[in-house]
């Protein structure tokens, strides 16, 4: 199975579509969100540093990011990975094929093409488990909870993750439109590019074109 790399605005429901892929075909889900979330978990001065940032609604620095992807990357050994929310630069493109040569990583890279109503419409209703991390969201039938505000897995609490703002996510998406068309082009000029229209299709749909695209 190849690796994927999936590229999408805040909210598209990369995390989703991820953990699909996860507990059907058996991928590591390397998620930057995630990663950023440890290391500030951790209270470390990088991660300090990091939740400052996010907090106003910018995207964290390449040189944080990519230092915290790498260290990821090299711990994975004989599965197949799906990268959510990396690059989303195009510093961070050009570094990132610099790692997946090293690393000897062979990858497809996706993006899901969503505009900025839909995505303010799906953070609107997005709830995360509070223990396992699993993602929901109210306003869909195929995403909601059986039981209101519990996770399905685990029991856990479902709760509003503290970046789901509608005037942060505005400002998240208009840096991520700024900087999405030469990360495009740059692996356009690769003829490595696989692009799926995502505003109007369920995530099913969208799994299921991955799953088509990728060869499974």
């Known amino acids: 199975m190849k690796n994927i790399i999936l590229i999408a605005p805040p909210g598209a429901g990369k995390g989703t579509i991820s953990n699909y892929l996860v507990e059907h075909y058996g991928y590591v889900h390397v998620a930057t969100g995630d990663l950023l979330r440890c290391e500030i978990k951790t209270n470390s001065p990088l991660g300090q540093e990091i939740e400052e940032i996010i907090s106003k609604g910018h995207l964290v620095p390449d040189d944080m990011v990519i230092q915290l992807v790498w260290k990821k990357l090299e711990q994975i050994h004989n599965k197949p990975f799906i990268l ?103 692996y356009r000029s690769q003829n490595e590019l696989q692009v799926i229209p995502a505003s109007t299709s369920s995530i099913r749909d969208i799994v299921n074109k991955i799953i088509n695209e990728a060869k499974f």
Do not use: W
Request: proline share 2%; net charge negative.
């Open 84 to 186: 959510d929310g990396f690059p989303r630069t195009l510093e961070q493109a050009k570094v990132l094929e610099i790692m997946l040569q090293n690393l000897h990583f062979n990858c497809m890279i996706v993006y899901l093409d969503v505009d900025v109503k839909t995505v303010l419409k799906r953070i609107e209703g997005r709830k995360i488990c509070n223990q396992c991390q699993k993602v929901y969201n109210i306003y869909s039938e195929e995403l909601k909870p059986i039981q209101e505000g519990l996770c399905d897995n685990c029991g856990g609490v479902l709760v509003k993750r503290s970046d789901d703002d509608k005037e942060k996510m505005k400002v998240r998406f208009q840096i991520f439109e700024e900087n999405i068309t030469s990360i495009l082009d740059f």
